[in-house]
Every structure is written in structure tokens, then in C-alpha cells.
């Protein structure tokens, strides 16, 4: 399967811990984002990358949230001190520039839970 | 900043009837994305609509875009029970940008 896939897909955690999201894109997209998706509402944005440079931060995105593409392939969501605001779904997708729009192809997501 | 809406938000339709989904965006933008999801799961690309006018068809699902006024349809042409899921539309401010979704419209058939 060469779909952008996501590690891990559920974790659960207790307020005030440190949690890791990996996402993997297709492998010929350059352009990589996050958005997190909460119960009931579309997903928003919180960063996205061209190859390794990090282009866009959302305002949603506060500074216990940090992310990167470290060489331009997989990335990496951490989230410091987890709060219980912070359970929602978080979406990694991925894209590449063909023309005059770009697709974005969604990976399964990882479910966080913050206790 | 970019606003997306949707109506109705949850629609509940019997099998065989038609039904459309609108979606009104507040910015200028030639292109609009429309996007299913399933519960639990996540989101499967259905249309890319690049221009005034443009109008894509998969199946009992046809979407069209009015740029003009801002607007896309998703029209439903006697639904099924599969068709049952949220739809959700989305913007960008230009090619390979964040996407701004709308709220998101729950699609339910029912026998």
C-alpha cells in the first residue's frame, strides 16, 4: 500500500505527558500537513511542510506543539504537556504540486486521548 | 479570513430520493475539494472542482462549482445506504495551501 500512513492509529495518555505522532507520506508528495479534527467538526489546520521546510503554523498551534520533516520524508507531531483540550483526531496528509491544484490524500489518522 | 459553510448540516434521506448539499465560501478561489468520511475513519478525496463552471460526476454523486457565487453543490441522485457518511468541503487560498474545511454535512439513507 502506498497510502500516507500514520503510527500510532490510537493513544491514549495522562494529562501532562509528552506524546509523539509519526505520519508517513506517498512517497513522491513533497508537500506534507497536519490538521486535527475534533468531534463533530471539519478538520483545521495546524502546519504543513514543503520537502523539510516548515512553511505555515496555524494559530491553533501553541508553543507546547511542535512538528518537522527532518529530511524532507516522514514527520513528526509532538505534544508537550498534553492537556485534555488536546484529544481529537489528528490527521496527517500529503500532496504534490501537478498542475493547477493539488490533491490532498489523507492518511487513517492517530486518535489521541488525554485523560 | 477564510469561512466555509455547509447546509444542511445533518440530512436524513430515504433510499431512491435526490437531495443537494451546498457549500457558500467567503474568498475568491477557482478550485474546491469535496471529501467523504466515514465514522471513525478518515478522509477519502471524491471531487476536485478547478474551475468556474466545472461540474464531476462518480456515480449517484455529481458536484458543480459556481465561483461567481461562491458556491458548490454536491447533488444526490437516489441514494443508497452506502452513501451514508459526512461530507465535507474545503477550500484553499491557491495550489498546494492549507485547506479550510466546512462543517461538514452527516448524510444519512434510510430504507
Known amino acids: 500500500d502506498t497510502g500516507v500512513s500514520q503510527d500510532p492509529r490510537h493513544k491514549i495518555t495522562k494529562r501532562g505527558q509528552n506524546v509523539t505522532f509519526r505520519c508517513d507520506p506517498i512517497?513522491?508528495?513533497?508537500?506534507l500537513y497536519w490538521y486535527r479534527q475534533t468531534l463533530g467538526q471539519g478538520p483545521e489546520f495546524l502546519t504543513y511542510?514543503?520537502?523539510?521546510?516548515?512553511?505555515?503554523k496555524s494559530r491553533l498551534l501553541s508553543d507546547r506543539f511542535s512538528a518537522e520533516r527532518p529530511k524532507g520524508s516522514f514527520s513528526t507531531l509532538e505534544i508537550q504537556r498534553t492537556e485534555q483540550g488536546d484529544s481529537a483526531m489528528y490527521l496527517c496528509?500529503?500532496?504534490?504540486?501537478?498542475?493547477?491544484?493539488?490533491?490532498?490524500?489523507f492518511g487513517p489518522g492517530t486518535r489521541l486521548l488525554v485523560l | 479570513e477564510l469561512k466555509v459553510e455547509q447546509n444542511p448540516l445533518f440530512l436524513s434521506m430515504q433510499e431512491g430520493k435526490n437531495y443537494t448539499i451546498y457549500c457558500n465560501y467567503s474568498t475568491t478561489s477557482d478550485r474546491l475539494y469535496w471529501y467523504r468520511q466515514d465514522p471513525g475513519k478518515s478522509l477519502e478525496s471524491l471531487f476536485v472542482l478547478l474551475s468556474n463552471g466545472a461540474v464531476k460526476q462518480e456515480g449517484r454523486l455529481m458536484a458543480s462549482l459556481d465561483t461567481k457565487a461562491r458556491l458548490s453543490t454536491l447533488h444526490i441522485t437516489a441514494a443508497v445506504h452506502d452513501l451514508s457518511a459526512t461530507y465535507f468541503c474545503?477550500?484553499?487560498?491557491?495550489?498546494?495551501?492549507?485547506?479550510?474545511f466546512g462543517t461538514g454535512t452527516r448524510l444519512a439513507v434510510r430504507p
Open positions: 512517497s513522491e508528495h513533497n508537500r
Open positions: 474545503a477550500v484553499d487560498r491557491s495550489s498546494g495551501d492549507k485547506l479550510t
Open positions: 511542510f514543503q520537502n523539510e521546510a516548515q512553511l505555515e
Open positions: 496528509a500529503s500532496s504534490s504540486r501537478t498542475g493547477v491544484a493539488e490533491t490532498q490524500y
